[in-house]
């Protein structure tokens, strides 16, 4: 027998003793018959002729949830919630009513092991139908409908979670966070960065989320803000590799080149392995002339990335203009080699 079916009847037992109408006593026999559309009936003229009796109301919810009317039930074990005074009652309707609901969530969650995503959120629709408020409903409905490519209807679970949520708590966290993922994507980069901005008013130290945020500053060309946000994350976390490598690119695109050198210099110290760091420092380099400083740049480049054509390129000029023209030559045919003309 399932679990919330002996609530029901618990239920049923423990009303026996008081004074019951016959919509009531019959609603309860077709109940053990599990002759549900005559309970459904019978619970159905009990709560019109007494519409505080919230008992009524609790079976009723179970007889629709039998017969697949899973909105109505929902709306039933509401008013049932509502109307019942007696703690006791009380707990044994939202008992009954989240292990109602709980069935299909258990039941979606298998499906979405198997990947049945649009199958998984079908379930999960029924749960949030069966208990309006159930928020990890919606929230693991939210995730398979977009698992499932289906953005919008995902979007709308999504905002449900974020309705039911308290301001500081871990759903409404996620919630934020897809909708900022999702504006990215969508390139709605103000949107995005509304969503982030939220979330770090409650967690203003996440370097995951300031990078986040500077990042799509600097999509928005807004380059002094972005690197704003990235001191901030070398306030809190002064080695950050990434943190420094951006303030570098940056930098450089404000025309900073002494600046971005400076960064440049710190992040391949730090990680000397970093050929986009030895990259970028090699340009940087160039523009200032620091000819031998470029030159070795390059070459630690060429070495990470022996395909990197551009790097031969630039080691090549790098090489001429220290008088070394043999080995210029030499990287020029490595690099037309490459497809670099």
Same mark, same amino acid.
């Given at each position: 027998m399932k679990t919330w079916r002996v609530l029901v009847l618990l239920l049923a037992v423990s009303a026996v003793v008081a004074c019951q109408s016959r919509y009531m006593t019959s609603g309860k026999v077709y109940m053990q018959q599990a002759n549900w559309e005559k309970a459904r009936e019978q619970f159905e003229l009990e709560v019109q002729t007494t519409p505080q009796n919230g008992e009524a109301h609790a079976f009723l919810a179970q007889s629709y949830i039998e017969l697949g009317q899973y909105q109505k039930a929902g709306e039933?074990?509401? %008013?049932?919630?509502?109307?019942?005074?007696?703690?006791?009652? +009380?707990?044994q309707i939202q008992g009954s009513q989240r292990l109602s609901a709980g069935e299909h %969530?258990? =039941? #979606?969650?298998?499906?979405? #092991? #198997?990947?049945?995503? !649009? /199958?998984?959120a079908e379930e999960y629709d029924i749960a949030t139908q069966i208990e309006p408020n159930y928020r990890d409903a919606y929230k693991n409905r939210g995730v398979a409908l977009l698992r499932a490519g289906a953005m919008d209807e995902g979007k709308k679970a999504w905002a449900a979670v974020l309705r039911l949520?308290? =301001? @500081?708590? /871990?759903?409404?966290?996620?919630? *934020?966070?897809?909708?900022?993922? &999702?504006? !990215?994507? @969508?390139?709605?980069?103000?949107?995005? &960065?509304? *969503?982030?901005?939220s979330v770090l008013t409650v967690k203003p130290a996440d370097i995951e989320l300031l990078s986040f945020k500077a990042g799509l500053l600097d999509a928005m060309e807004r380059p002094e803000e972005a690197l704003g946000v990235y001191k901030q994350i070398l306030a809190i976390d002064p080695g950050n590799v990434d943190a420094l490598f951006n303030v570098g690119v940056i930098n450089s695109k404000l025309g900073r080149i002494e600046e971005a050198e400076e960064a440049? +210099? !710190?992040? %391949?110290?730090? %990680?000397?392995?970093?050929? /986009?760091?030895q990259y970028n420092m090699g340009v940087m380099a160039m523009n200032l002339k620091r000819w031998e400083m470029a030159r070795d740049a390059f070459q630690k480049v060429t070495d990470l990335d022996p395909e990197h054509g551009q790097a031969w390129q630039n080691l090549g000029i790098c090489l001429l203009n220290l008088g070394d023209t043999v080995g210029g030559r030499t990287a020029f045919d490595r690099a037309s080699a490459l497809g670099i003309k």
């Open positions: 039933s074990f509401e %008013v049932a919630k509502n109307t019942v005074k007696a703690p006791k009652k +009380l707990e %969530v258990k =039941r #979606g969650n298998s499906l979405f #092991g #198997g990947e049945k995503f !649009m /199958e998984a949520s308290q =301001r @500081d708590d /871990e759903s409404w966290v996620q919630a *934020h966070d897809v909708f900022a993922k &999702l504006a !990215m994507q @969508d390139s709605s980069y103000a949107e995005a &960065l509304a *969503h982030t901005d440049f +210099l !710190m992040v %391949v110290e730090k %990680v000397p392995g970093d050929k /986009e760091a």
